[in-house]
């Protein structure tokens, strides 16, 4: 299994300022993913981040909204900007590896004001 | 369109009995099916999977069934613990797994002692 980290855990942050969430994997992987977790709901995809290439964004997603880079198989980062209080959420990165089985991360949780 | 559909929203059983988990799903190209177990504060966690071209699958005191004709898939847990007490989610894939995944709603299982 991968074992995946992110940074920050939560954050609190002020409307229209921006903020970027770090994921680190253990292990090298082709598909890392963006995850939105709302409070007390299902997840939703962002996007799909895969190496060398660029994101695939999800419907009602935008790369202005949500830029993510992939330098490398084991990190990725998901900045969301112009942030508002409806951008409130737990965002998780998640990774598929040689299985079908896709790790997710711890979370970050962000509060904006 | 919500494309898999998850029953009930919030689940109260005593230990040591049944909790039961529905999904159903409406795209037939799906062909992978995980149930994610996710307690407060961390990300989900890949609990069992299944495939179509099997009716049933059991790891420990996990089971899922599976009914390709009516496209619907549950989660049985035997012998309930308060350990178990968590956010249970369906979800579904294409391309044997190595796809993005769509998630239900979730389950809020509570395990009372």
């Known amino acids: 299994s991968a074992v995946i980290s992110q940074k920050p855990s939560r954050d609190i942050c002020q409307r229209g300022t921006s903020l970027t969430i770090q994921c680190q994997v253990d292990?090298?992987?082709?598909?890392m993913f963006w995850y939105r977790q709302q409070p007390g709901q299902s997840l939703t995809l962002i996007a799909t981040?895969?190496?060398?290439?660029?994101?695939?964004?999800e419907s009602g997603f935008v790369i202005d909204k949500f830029p993510i880079s992939r330098p490398n198989l084991t990190f990725s980062t998901l900045t969301v900007s112009n942030m508002s209080p409806e951008d409130s959420s737990i965002y998780l990165c998640?990774?598929?590896?040689?299985?079908?089985?896709?790790?997710f991360g711890p979370g970050t949780r962000l509060t904006v004001l | 369109q919500q494309q898999v559909k998850q029953s009930p929203q919030s689940l109260i059983v005593q230990k040591g009995g049944i909790s039961i988990i529905n999904c159903a799903y409406e795209n037939t190209a799906f062909d992978y099916f995980p149930w994610y177990q996710q307690f407060p504060g961390k990300g989900p966690a890949l609990l069992i999977a299944i495939r179509p071209d099997v009716s049933e699958k059991k790891e420990g005191r996990f089971t899922i069934s599976f009914n390709k004709s009516a496209k619907q898939f549950s989660l049985h847990i035997m012998d309930s613990q308060p350990g178990d007490s968590a956010t249970y989610f369906c979800a579904a894939s294409m391309n044997s797994g190595y796809s993005t995944l769509t998630f239900g709603k979730g389950t809020m299982l509570l395990v009372s002692p």
């Open positions: 292990s090298q992987v082709t598909m």
């Open positions: 998640s990774v598929q590896g040689e299985t079908d089985t896709q790790y």
């Open positions: 981040a895969n190496q060398g290439s660029e994101a695939t964004y």
